[in-house]
């Protein structure tokens, strides 16, 4: 019996040797930084900022209020454009400050989107999904051969500082061509930035961009879009198809009174007909329960039609004013906390401002 006993030890020794000294199975990915990919969704160039994720130039710095600042650390908006044969795509991402949120999940916070071309159409493939500030993932795997066109897109209420694309060893890996038409910019608040998005594919602006085949630049900030002046400087220096102004959410009926005609001004002084559209305060869900946001509302609109009027009696030209009414629907299942909008509401809020941007003739130039 102990004969036996022994036998049965050296054989599971043996057995456990051979297990630990086997290799595990090689990664066979190669990945590859900024180098390699096309930057979208900024009109800001790389060499003007602190980070190449950044939304704002770094000399503004101190010419926007902080909180506008720190808020252009975030990434919404921002994506990332290449070309790949590879049979799989993986990818390695850095936040700022793993940020987190009672209202608003992970994945649209600090996660990744990847989208791929297929038949002319940007089709969802994956999210990266945040563990820690460093992430990995594995997005699709097992394809068959053949070069394709993906975008991710980076998260949207946390800043990034480093980006690479896995993909297999011996694959390629290009930049495509830049779109040569010009952006639409839009310049607004926290649902312009993505509150509070699934995942960072479902802002409103990158829904838009993907429908019309556009790239669209994202100066949402959370609390802070207020037709600062600076932000009216910045804007008007980047050349655009048409400018959309949302900021109402975060203004008060004076702020819009004394903000909208400094802010047409500065825009049409180096964009003599570049069309600028005004866009009213968003329906926000809890106003058919709380009479005072429903008349704060009202107010703001109201400031926001009688500034507007003045300017084309004024005589600028190219000017568009949309209403809000019905923009995400009309029961009442668009958001996430009466204001910000669930994924449902930015796919009617993105068909909505489309059908308007439509209506209104605006072309894509």
């Known amino acids: ?57 770094a000399s503004y710095k101190d010419k926007v209020r902080k909180p506008v600042w720190d808020l252009s650390k975030n990434s919404a908006g921002i994506s990332l454009r290449f070309n790949s044969n590879s049979s799989s795509v993986k990818v390695k991402w850095a936040l700022l400050n793993d940020t987190k949120m009672n209202h608003m999940a992970e994945t649209g916070i600090k996660g990744v ?52 694309i896995g993909i297999e060893s011996g694959s390629t890996i290009s930049k495509p061509a830049a779109d040569k038409k010009l952006p639409i910019v839009f310049y607004g608040t926290s649902i312009l930035q993505g509150g509070c998005a699934s995942r960072p594919g ?63 001004k500065a825009i049409r002084a180096k964009n003599p007909k570049t069309p600028i559209v005004f866009v009213e305060n968003v329906e926000y869900t809890r106003a058919i329960f709380q009479a005072s946001l429903k008349n704060s509302m009202n107010e703001k609109n109201q400031a926001l039609k009688t500034e507007f009027d003045k300017l084309v009696k004024g005589g600028m030209k190219d000017l568009i004013y949309i209403s809000a009414a019905g923009s995400i629907g009309t029961d009442y299942e668009g958001t996430v906390d009466g204001t910000h909008l669930t994924d449902l509401g930015f796919l009617r809020y993105a068909d909505y401002l489309i059908e308007k941007f439509k209506e209104n003739k605006l072309a894509i130039r």
């Open 113 to 164: 989107d990847l989208y791929c071309k297929v038949n002319g159409v940007w089709t969802y493939v994956n999210t990266g999904r945040p563990t820690a500030k460093e992430n990995e993932a594995s997005l699709i795997s097992g394809l068959s051969p053949g070069e394709r066109e993906y975008k991710l897109y980076l998260p949207l209420y946390d800043g990034t500082t480093k980006v690479e």
């Open 1 to 57: 019996m102990r004969k036996f006993i022994c036998i049965l030890l050296l054989c599971f020794i043996s057995s456990s040797a051979i297990s630990q000294e086997s290799p595990a199975k090689k990664d066979n990915t190669t990945y590859y930084g900024k180098e390699s990919f096309l930057i979208e969704g900024t009109g800001v160039a790389e060499s003007e900022k602190e980070s190449p994720y950044d939304r704002l130039p």
């Open 202 to 264: 479902m802002v409103f602006t990158s829904i838009i961009s993907r429908k019309l085949n556009v790239d669209c630049i994202n100066f949402g900030f959370s609390g802070n879009g207020r037709m600062d002046p600076p932000m009216a400087e910045l804007i008007s220096g980047i050349k655009a198809s048409y400018y959309v102004i949302d900021c109402l959410p975060n203004m008060t009926a004076k702020q819009v009174t004394d903000s909208v005609i400094p802010l047409a």
